[in-house]
Nanobody, 119 residues
Framework: QVQLVESGGGLVQAGGSLRLSCAAS????????MGWYRQAPGKQRELVAV???????NYADSVKGRFTISRDNAKNTVYLQMNSLKPEDTAVYYC?????????????WGQGTQVTVSS
């Protein structure tokens, strides 16, 4: 089992910044992609950003140029630096990791952290 612990959410004014962290622990063999998703009230969960084990990244169009995803493989931790925040970024943010043990792959989710951007 792999556990994910997120931190860094909170309340910020529009134009401000937040940095989210997600640390994986437990019986870790190999972590492939790590990503951040978000879910606003009444909406479906959507991909925000993803980073592969090799460092390649992909972003939702709505956050390109404002958010930066990074990871520290030694710490099994993924980060999301969020700048120029907008009220529409308000959501619960979840981290997700693609864990691999031999040929078996499992996706794990964090518990979520609330990000609220006031106008």
């Amino acid at each position: 089992q792999v556990q994910l612990v997120e931190s860094g959410g909170g309340l910020v004014q529009a134009g401000g910044s937040l940095r989210l962290s997600c640390a994986a622990s437990g019986s870790i063999f190999r972590i492939n992609a790590m990503g951040w998703y978000r879910q606003a009230p009444g909406k479906q969960r959507e991909l925000v950003a993803v980073i592969t084990s090799g460092g390649s990244t992909n972003y939702a169009d709505s956050v390109k140029g404002r958010f930066t995803i990074s990871r520290d493989n030694a710490k099994n931790t993924v980060y999301l630096q969020m700048n120029s925040l907008k009220p529409e970024d308000t959501a619960v943010y979840y981290c997700n990791v693609d864990h691999q043990q031999w040929n078996h792959r499992t996706g794990y989710w964090g518990q979520g952290t609330q990000v609220t951007v006031s106008s």
